[in-house]
Nanobody, 122 residues
């Protein structure tokens, strides 16, 4: 099993910044990709960003490209999502996910955190 714990969510005004963290524990050797998805009220879960441990590849949704940055700390088994220039439409529950391969589809990730709420006020 892999456990994922997100932190760093909160309330911020439009144009502000937040940094989300996701710490992985357990059988972390069984995963090679960690990413972020988000789900706004009444909408389906959507891809935000992901990073591959082995290849150091990163991918971003077009909606966040240039504003969000995903990074990792190998020693801490932690992935971060730096979110800048936040917009009200970024408001959602953000979920950390882990899987065997880097991907942009939720079904490609086996392990999920409980989510952290990000609210951006206008």
């Amino acid at each position: 099993q892999v456990q994922l714990v997100e932190s760093g969510g909160g309330l911020v005004q439009a144009g502000g910044s937040l940094r989300l963290s996701c710490a992985a524990s357990g059988r972390t050797f069984s995963i090679d990709a960690m990413g972020w998805f988000r789900q706004a009220s009444g909408k389906e879960r959507e891809f935000v960003a992901t990073i591959s441990w082995s290849a150091t590849k990163t991918y971003y949704a077009d909606s966040v490209k240039g504003r969000f940055t995903i990074s990792r700390d190998d020693a801490k088994n932690t992935v971060y999502l730096q979110m800048n220039s936040l917009k009200p439409e970024d408001t959602a529950v953000y979920y950390c996910a882990a899987g065997l391969v880097v991907g942009v589809y939720a079904h490609e990730y086996r392990y999920w955190g409980q989510g952290t709420q990000v609210t951006v006020s206008s």
